[in-house]
């Protein structure tokens, strides 16, 4: 049974920063694409950023220079470093699993997902 648990969504001022993770389970971690994605309600949920096994990131063009993804594969954790922050990057923020394929920004492609972790960046 796969699983996928994030931690460390909370809310902070505008131009700090956040330190989100995800726990995997059930998955062999190592040969997963990882991803982020985003959701506001009303809105239709959106890569952030993905990394293969090995460790090559990609990134949405809004988060490219400001967040960092990163994971350990012998701890089966994925990290999310959100760094300058902006109201607009309130959301709930998803961890999702593509298993054994590239990685791909298409929220679709990715099998396994997690509850979610809501981010609020005040002004």
């Known amino acids: 049974q796969v699983q996928l648990v994030e931690s460390g969504g909370g809310s902070v001022q505008s131009g700090g920063s956040l330190r989100l993770s995800c726990a995997a389970s059930?998955?062999?971690?190592?040969?997963?694409?990882m991803g982020w994605f985003r959701q506001v309600p009303g809105k239709e949920r959106e890569g952030v950023a993905f990394?293969?096994?090995?460790?090559?990131?990609g990134y949405a063009s809004f988060a490219a220079g400001r967040f960092i993804i990163s994971r350990d594969n012998a701890e089966n954790t994925l990290v999310l470093e959100m760094n300058s922050l902006k109201p607009e990057d309130t959301a709930m923020y998803y961890c999702a699993a593509r298993i054994g394929r590239p990685c791909t920004s298409n929220e679709n492609d990715y099998e396994y997902w997690g509850q979610g972790t809501q981010v609020t960046v005040s002004s």
């Open positions: 059930g998955v062999t971690f190592s040969r997963s694409c």
């Open positions: 990394i293969y096994g090995d460790g090559g990131p």
